[in-house]
């Protein structure tokens, strides 16, 4: 997986990560997971608008945790949904046409790795409206963090 920008992606340098993370809500005190969504902005725009109370469309969350031989599974409810706009301040304008995607919600289901009704954000980088969002991270909110900390950010592909 690359860790530096080129001309064919627009995952950031690393050492931007923990910056764009912080900004898009994320903070230090729990570790921040990124992986692949098997989720659209389809699929997205319909767990937002599409739910009832009694009949939840949800994000289908699926990730491999370091040190894990199992995919974890969470339907993840969604809560709130805000645009994020890269923004180059040297040149004073927008980076990307299309938003990013900053999601919170709670854990549905559980599993070894998730507790039902666990808080957690996402970071979603937007690719196509109808592909699947290449890179995305999850966190768990923390209930205390440190605002001088660094987001510790740890990869969690499904291997295989």
Known sequence: M????NAQSTFPVE?????MLAQA???????AYMFTADFTREDLK???????????????????PPGQDQVEEAQIVVRKVE?????????NEICTPAPDWYVEGEVLTASSFWMI????R????????NEKCEYTWIQRIPKS?????KIKVEEAFIQG
Request: proline share 7%; hydrophobic share 30%.
């Open 2 to 5: 690359p860790k530096e920008a």
């Open 15 to 19: 050492s931007d990560e923990n910056d």
């Open 25 to 31: 809500h994320f903070q230090p005190g729990e570790t």
């Open 46 to 64: 319909e767990a937002l608008f599409g739910s009832t109370r009694s009949q939840p469309k949800t994000l289908l969350v699926r990730m491999q």
């Open 83 to 91: 645009q994020i706009y890269s923004y180059d301040h040297v040149r």
């Open 117 to 120: 009704g666990a808080a957690v």
């Open 122 to 129: 996402l970071y979603v980088l937007d690719g196509d409206q």
């Open 145 to 149: 963090f440190d605002p001088n900390g």
